[in-house]
């Protein structure tokens, strides 16, 4: 990418710290986390979608042809694969030493039906946001699921772009764009009779694929605007913010009237989207100052992938071992941060940075260095 939109990078540190919260909520009993807001956060999901959909757009619509395609996906795979592999093998690892340790420390759930030799190879090869005959729950690394939405929303933009450039159609994405948009939406009311969008590990597919294509119009619309929009005065993108943040925080709080509609969520991020690309108003102005924000910005995905294993690492050693109570993650929560912050520090330098993907010309100038 040429240019980095700096304020919804850190939207998206912010968020996966959100829904940090939302995993940890149920191992704790204090109001910091369990109230409406926290226990309506994954809903937030869907902004990564959304800002996906956004940046790839940004950066990929000139696909046509098949390498073209083949490139793109391989990138994306190099991307999002090692350190969902390597979580992956961690989850095993953990499910082998829990039947190891269960003699010598309470294990609430030995058996996990959910983690089975049959979703771990759905895991393995992101298949599961798929609807896989008997799989009925999200299975070992939880936050997996959306990268297999993600990635299969990949494969349907690119098909789609290759098939766009090839028949001349440039002109229209848009329209096939809303086309696929519409697909996924009449897919999920079919599931379920409502703009419910919150599915994960059955159709959590039409759910990715729903923002994704949201954000590849947020995009479009921010490009075919954002040269006379920009000259308006800063106090408007500061009250577009400041009425996005606060309408998206409202839907969050009331979470369980508004996910019958929550499609709702996907018009919200891609107003939130739109407004904080410009990055002209006072709020986007403060977060750029906070350093925090943009290391929380940068480790996003590994905050994001490795947090549900260090939220119950840290629960069987806080709370079964050392019989700290669900009231004491009022201030360990801090702590519980602090260790996932830490952890994905070291992933995304060691994991992310180091498998990315890299053209042979690029590696063999790395090896002469």
Known sequence: MKH????????????????????????????????????????????????????????????????????????????????????????LGMEIAKNILSPYIQVNNLINPANNFYTFFTSLFLINSTPIPGVRDVSWNIPSWSISAEMIAYVVFGSLLVFIHSSGQFTKRNLYYVLIILIA?????FVSHSFQINYSFDYGFLRGILGFFTGVLCFNFFSNTHTSVRTMPSWIFSVGELLTLSLIGLCIYNGQAMKPWGAVFEVLFFACIYT???????????????????????????????????????????????????????????????LIYFVSAWTYKNIEMRFQYKSKKKAVTERVK
Do not use: C
């Open 4 to 91: 980095r939109f700096e304020v919804l990078d850190i939207f998206r540190g912010l968020f996966a710290t959100l829904v940090f919260a939302f995993h940890l909520a149920p191992f704790a009993n204090t109001p910091l986390l369990n109230n409406r807001f926290v226990e309506n956060s994954d809903m937030f999901v869907d902004f990564f979608f959304v800002l996906s959909g956004f940046v790839i757009a940004y950066s990929y619509q000139s696909l046509s042809d098949g390498p073209q395609l083949k490139l793109f996906l391989t990138k994306r795979v190099y991307r999002v694969y090692p350190l969902h592999f390597v979580m992956l093998i961690a989850f």
């Open 185 to 189: 939406l009449t897919g999920l009311w």
């Open 276 to 338: 904080f690309a410009f990055e002209k108003g006072i709020i986007s102005a403060g977060m750029k100052r906070v350093g925090l924000f943009h290391k929380l910005g940068q480790y996003s995905y590994s905050i994001y992938m490795t947090h549900a294993l260090l939220v119950s690492l840290f629960n069987v050693l806080f709370i079964r071992i050392l019989k700290f109570q669900p009231e004491d993650y009022a201030y360990l929560v801090f702590l519980n941060f602090a």
